[in-house]
């Protein structure tokens, strides 16, 4: 299984700063034959299933904010937030889909300080 | 627009089998590349992905659980049913069913899940 690990597991940032989420796989989820890393990244709200914000690792879902950016490869990703809104408190996940199983990130806790 | 909506029992017994049905609307699941995921929280804890289903039948589990899941799709229906059988206190958790696109292959719509307790 691919082990995702998220760091930190939880950041609390002020109100228009940027806050930045670490992401990494235990082994390349880069897919060679289209140059693509199988990697996604989730929101999650209180009470609410986990919304899609990106996915190949840096491609914006649409309707997400460009606040939201997502950045790396092979084994390393980032989540970054560059103004943090008050409506972006949540739980974030990245998640592989390079091979089966498909394997979540512990989350990290967005808050605001 | 698609939508997916979960449901079942609220509350089983250790040992019973827990069936839950996902009914969606939106999309075909004999459409070329469509999948439909189940995925689990339990509370306070992060996601864990149980099974996948696509469009031709092909089937995924988690290998931990593979003993104890089955998924099948009832295409004429548009639902996608999960049965886990032997069911412990531990597998108490919100189970989600999502959409699977088909060209970013991320679970891009999520059902709004529904609670299932383990108890006696």
């Known amino acids: 299984d691919i082990v995702m690990t998220q760091s930190p597991d939880s950041l609390a940032v002020s109100l228009g700063e940027r806050a930045t989420i670490n992401c990494k796989s235990s082994q390349s989820v880069l897919y060679s034959s289209n140059n693509k890393n199988d990697l996604t990244w989730y929101q999650q709200k209180p009470g609410q299933p986990p919304k899609l914000l990106i996915y190949w690792a840096s491609t914006r879902e649409s309707g997400v904010p460009d606040r939201f950016s997502g950045s790396g490869s092979g084994t390393d990703f980032t989540l970054t937030i560059s103004s943090l809104q008050a409506e972006d408190v949540a739980v974030y996940y990245c998640q592989q889909y390079y091979s089966s199983p498909l394997t979540f990130g512990g989350g990290t806790k967005v808050e605001i300080k | 627009q698609i939508t997916l909506k979960e449901s079942g029992p609220t509350l089983v017994k250790p040992t019973q089998t827990l069936t839950l049905t996902c009914t969606f609307s939106g999309f075909s699941l004999s459409t070329t590349g469509v999948g439909v995921g189940w995925i689990r929280q339990p509370p306070g804890k992060a996601l864990e992905w149980l099974a996948l289903?696509?469009?031709?039948?092909?089937?995924r589990y988690r290998p931990s659980l593979k003993s104890r899941l089955t998924i099948t799709k009832d295409t004429s229906k548009n639902q996608v049913v999960l049965t886990m059988t032997n069911m412990d206190p531990v597998d108490t958790a919100t189970y989600y069913c999502a959409h699977r696109n088909t060209g970013s292959y991320a679970f891009d719509i999520w059902g709004q899940g529904t609670m299932v307790t383990v108890s006696s």
């Open positions: 289903i696509y469009w031709d039948d092909d089937k």
